[in-house]
């Protein structure tokens, strides 16, 4: 195994220099407006009113068949704006939010010419990503949908190609779309036809106002909300942990784990993308001692036949509920592949009426929920009969772990202490794992995490494991806790830091926390204040406070006596409370 702190080899040095403007103009076949999808709505939520945010614009590289020059690319592109509405949608927010289609749209293409020697197909990553740099670089508030860029040679050749969209316009399944076209019209210039009519954003919108997918929504809504019961606070950060300022991730990429997930997944006949999910889970469950997870995860929402080409926002998120327990490893893939499926049949839903019912649920559970996800799978779900003939050797997997490769790179902070993406499972696992603070999870820890999923995926390769033999393979010991945890509603509560929470969230008051007084858990008594006079009162304060304490949970009950005991620390020595209940 190696590791590094960069991307890849040593690459050539690019330097780009802009040279042209191209201005393309674009008319599809109409003008329209209408209500937002749910898909749509949904990426308004979590963006909020903030176009700077940092997943407001989706940047990728584009793919370009050999000597292609900039006016082919600005006629292919020309094509996918005149085909996809969404390409030509602008948003507005609001009590009632529309999307307005234009027929007509402008963008420019630019053009970056490289330093002088010889370039080609061997230099386009170190040039698409120079290129998305610079691309990232220009703030061009008027290109809100579409923005593209290439680097040529001296012939005028395009060497890489990349583009900025819209994140309320595509989601990453529309990107997949948007590539293949693209691709398809470069290679092939008789294709470069806008062609018959397509599912558009406004059909989508019109058939989600239907009743029959009205009540497909308020089953999904049912289901998310059931589920957001039982969701952890958080499924990991270690005890005693103070934050850093870091972010890091760091990307397992393991030939050994694809050849071991190709066999498992035909095993099992389940996605391969499910055999890794369910190989994290396995070491997550083992190392935080949940024995079931219920966490955020993204859904391409991409199974009705109609969506399989649509360009548009229908990506949300849903959470999965996996019960690890005390399968084999065969039948937790088999639990895992069934529920990814039922999650995905219950993510698309009215983010409006989510948030409201998580806040509800976050006021009386005393929780505050992390939304990231903490699996990303960017590989596609569906099992697929091409891993039915999938077999290694044991030693030729055993040989390529020498292969295995860690890599490290610096990334903006996240909301999420742990997030993992799947990004690859064909030739290799690229499975990347990130920490929003390695104060909170530490390099140390994000490198046995993954190197344990890919031991459970290897050893699992030729045969089912036992549940004690999957703890044994995943090699890593439960997180270490004192008395002072407690599993509460779900969560592992350290009861050092709610007591933070208590000193932060009530001062002046004098409070102190109880794991459990008379059969009733995480119990605060507290003196009263003048502002803090009632339990509700209390509770309001502990949950403004909440954010920060990623490891406690708002007390269930407050007890509000009007003075403290000499010994605080002794329940029975407080005096007769004053008035007392749960704040909710």
Known sequence: MSTS??????????????????????????AAEGPVT??????????????????????????????RSADDVAEAA??????????????????DPR??????????????????????????????????????????????????????????????????????????????????????????????????????????AELEATPAERRRTRAANDHVRELARRQPRCLLVLPRATRSGESLAVELSSPAAAMAVRQVAARTRSSRSSVVLAATCAVLARRTGYRELVFPSLSSNRFDRHLLDFVGSLAQGNLVAVEVGDRSFDALVKHTWAAVLEASRHSRYDGVERGAADERIQHERGVHFLYDPLFNSLVPESWSGVTAGARHRPEEITAALRQTELRWRPVPHNGTPLRFGLNE???????????????????????????????????????????????????????????????????????????QLLDEALAPSTAR??????????????????????????????????????????????????????????PAAWPAPLTTGTGR
Not at 172 to 197: C, N, T, W
Not at 435 to 448: F, H, I, N, Q
Not at 531 to 537: D, H, I, L, N
Request: charged content about 25%; some cysteine; aromatic content about 4%.
């Open 5 to 30: 702190t960069d991307t890849g080899q040593r690459r050539r040095r690019v330097r780009l220099t802009p040279v042209d403007a191209i201005q393309v103009s674009s008319t599809g076949a109409r």
């Open 38 to 67: 749910l898909g749509q709505l949904n990426t308004m939520q979590w963006l909020g009113p903030d176009d700077d945010h940092l997943a407001a614009v989706l940047r990728v590289e584009l793919p370009v068949p050999d000597g």
């Open 78 to 95: 020309a094509v996918l704006v005149a085909r996809h509405e969404s390409l030509r949608t602008t948003y507005v927010r609001g009590e």
């Open 99 to 204: 999307q307005v289609v234009a027929a007509t749209v402008a963008f420019t293409l630019h053009v970056c010419a490289l330093g002088e020697g010889r370039w080609g197909p061997r230099d386009r990553s170190a040039v698409a990503g120079r290129l998305l740099a610079w691309l990232r670089e220009r703030h061009d508030t008027s290109a809100t949908t579409l923005r593209m860029a290439v680097a040529t040679d001296g012939h005028g050749t395009v060497i890489a190609c990349v583009a900025g969209f819209s994140h309320l316009a595509v989601d990453f399944g529309s990107i997949e779309v948007l590539k293949r076209e693209f691709a398809e019209m470069l290679a092939h210039p008789d294709r470069r036809q806008v062609g018959g009519p397509r599912h558009q954003p406004l059909d989508q």
């Open 425 to 499: 499972v064909d030739g290799r696992v690229r499975l990347d794992l990130w920490s929003a603070d390695t104060g909170l999870v530490p390099r140390a820890e994000m490198e046995s995490l993954l190197l344990a999923v890919e031991r459970l995926l290897v050893g699992a390769a030729a045969g089912d494991l036992d549940a004690p033999r999957v703890r044994e393979v995943i090699g890593l010991d439960p997180v270490a806790r004192t008395p002072d945890w407690v599993l509460v509603d779900s969560c592992w509560v350290d009861l050092a830091e709610v007591q």
């Open 513 to 570: 926390i109880f794991g459990s007084v008379d059969g009733r858990d995480l119990v605060a008594y507290l003196t009263v204040t003048d502002a803090v006079r009632t339990p509700e009162q209390a509770h309001a304060r502990c949950l403004a406070a909440l954010p920060d304490h990623l490891n406690a949970l708002a007390p269930r009950h407050y007890v509000l006596c009007p003075t403290a005991p000499a010994d605080a620390a002794d």
